[in-house]
């Protein structure tokens, strides 16, 4: 599973649209889509935003995304900026 399909997984089983996500984040849902589709990562900063917006582990999320992506210097950014 890669992070668009995480993040796909997130927003669906929050039975959203991509419009009402995209909203929710501050993006576009043509961004969101991209993301989604694996054609962008999302930034250290729209990853608090999914942690803020719909209360995800991110470490739950690092485990499902494909290991080839090198997601662990975004968590570490994502808690340092969490936690102020």
């Given at each position: 599973m890669t992070i668009g399909d995480a993040v796909k997984l997130l927003r669906t089983r929050a039975g959203e649209t991509q419009q009402e996500m995209a909203d929710a984040l501050g993006i576009t849902r043509p961004n969101l889509?991209?993301?989604e589709g694996g054609v962008h990562f999302p930034s250290v900063k729209l990853l608090a935003q999914f942690r803020l917006c719909y209360f995800y582990d991110p470490y739950i999320l690092a485990a499902l995304t494909?290991?080839?992506v090198n997601v662990t210097a975004h968590l570490m950014l994502l808690e340092a900026v969490a936690n102020g």
């Open positions: 889509s991209q993301i494909n290991p080839a």
